[in-house]
């Protein structure tokens, strides 16, 4: 490199360096606005009054500047409602660190605070939590051990207290000074989150920038709810260490926070100003619903008996087919309010075929309404990029596996589910395969059989073979008029039994796949009838006639105690296919 080169090379580094020490400086973490600095997103300059008012965000690029946990609080805490928690907790030199102490004592006169990580109880929204954070402004945030006994206890007063717990992590990993003692403080988090989650208790995790190594190896992992802030750095190993090992460049956006959602790690990117709304949001939704006894459950009435019809099997498929049908969102836009959606199976991905989230039951459910449940299906588009979007409603192993996470979570927290099945099937691809499909669908058959909560599902479409039934193992079972299910699609049938697809109209006879079909069977607990020409010319209709069925279904499935509630959904599979006595 020419001198000339080499020069404006160091005067690049010292500005991008003098930027960041600007951001790093009490003055800003402070928020104080008495001098105007370089945004290390956009290298615009800025003025600190203007990115106090923005809320620390870049109005140029969207950067999302570090917080002090002094400003967090005040984001995030009720006014006045706050108490800090466990102040006397400071940091340990366990190793006899050379200069530790020196650096602890020189970081306390610098940030006011005797370690990275300050809780406190106080009110969101009028709801009551513990709320930790962790600031990286003291050791990058690492966690040694007096981070470690704080973020313990606060788990352990919230379960006390029986209230939510709120985490905000920005760490640089585990305190390399206190070694294996930090080291042990990801077990011990972990274990006492365990605790708090067996215990029915509500975590939610906040990932800021950055939050990696250790913190995202135990407890900031292990949320019901995983919320990040765009752009956020989240990941085990640093970037860096990552880049020298593999000796490769690593991808544009690596590691940030939109990559961690596309990969199935959180439950969703909000951006800073929709923070604190989103977490009233969510702590609405898990706000401890009444018990039975307080609820007027409606007088259970005979579900409608299906309507004769002209129709041909062949027909019902086409309709059952039909793009213009209901989906999913219209469906929840209909029948549910306050939906919030949840993403990732936490192993691989997100998959946009099934939709999973927390919502409460509409005004139209009379005394039912306002019930927090948990509801899914199977997402289909109706143009084609809308389709390839979400593989046409057939899911991957991680759709599955995102269902199974949302099933679990309804029954800690006691929320009803409700699943709406429209598919062809799970995706039988190479991929698919190699990521277990079979047994993600095992999973979720598992798991709904003995889940302790009650359990209605709706075929609106095609419900096609076994990824179909992963969400459709149910205490009762409802289907459109113009549905069909069955054990594979009438073309396949056609095509395996007989070795002709173009016996497909003969194979929608032989089936015996229609909702009326099944109903006889007792398949079917229900059939919802559909206006003429199927569901996609009136679906107000629809929604208004399945609207109180699913009512009378679930008062009714409320008023059983759990092990009545299993006996019978054990007792109704039990039987399909028994021989007469």
Known sequence: MSEPNLNMAFAERRRKLGALKAMRSPAVRRGASTEGMVCPGCRQAVDLGTLEQALFVCGNCGHHHRLSHRRRFQLVLDPGTGRELFSDIGPRNPLDFPG?????????????????????????????????????????GSMGTAVGEKVTRAVEYAQAQGLPLLIFSASGGARMQEGIFSLMQMAKTSAAIRRFSDAGGLFISYLTHPTTGGV??????LGDIVLAEPGALIGFAGPRVIQQTIRAKLPQGFQRAEFQLAHGFVDAVVPRAAMRSTL??????????????????????????????????????????????????????????????????????????????????????????????????????????????????????????????????????????LTFIDTPGAYPGIEAE??????????????????????????????????????GLADRVLMLENAVYSV??????????????????????????????????????????????????????????LQPVLRQE?????ALDREELLRRRYAKYRAMGQPPN
């Open 488 to 545: 594979l699609s009438p073309e396949g049938f056609a095509s395996i039994l007989w070795k002709d697809a173009s016996r497909s109209k003969e194979a929608c006879g032989v089936m015996k796949l229609t909702a009326q079909d099944l109903l006889a069977f007792g398949v079917a607990d229900g059939v919802i009838p559909e206006p003429k020409g199927g569901a996609g010319k009136n679906p107000q209709a629809v929604f208004s006639a």
């Open 280 to 417: 009233i949001r969510i702590l609405d939704l898990h706000r401890p619903a009444a018990a039975k006894g307080e609820v007027r459950l409606p007088p259970t009435q005979a579900v409608p008996a299906p309507r004769r019809s002209s129709l041909t099997p062949q027909q019902r498929v086409q309709l059952a087919r039909d793009p213009r049908r209901p989906n999913v969102g219209e469906y929840l836009d209909a029948l549910v309010t306050d939906f919030f959606e949840t993403h990732g199976d936490r192993l691989y991905g997100d998959d946009a075929a099934i939709l999973c989230g927390v919502a409460r039951l509409g005004p139209a459910w009379g005394p039912l309404a306002g019930l927090p449940v948990t509801v899914a299906g199977y997402r289909k588009g109706r143009t084609l990029p809308e389709n390839l979007a979400c593989n046409f409603g057939m899911p991957q192993p991680e759709g599955y596996r995102k269902f199974q996470r949302a099933a679990a979570q309804a029954e800690k927290f006691g929320r009803p589910v």
């Open 100 to 140: 530790y102490d020196e650096k602890l004592e020189e970081l306390r006169g610098k940030t006011g605070m005797e370690d990275a990580c300050v809780c406190m109880e106080g009110d969101v929204g009028g709801h009551r939590v513990v709320c930790a954070v962790l600031d990286s402004s003291f050791l990058m």
């Open 434 to 471: 190699e990521r277990g499909q079979g047994e993600a669908i095992a999973g979720c058959l598992r798991l709904l059989s003995g889940l302790g909560v009650p359990v209605l599902a709706v075929i609106t479409g095609e419900g096609g073979s076994g990824g179909a039934l992963a969400l």
């Open 216 to 221: 995202t190896a135990s407890f900031a992992s």
């Open 554 to 558: 679930l008062a009714a499935l409320l």
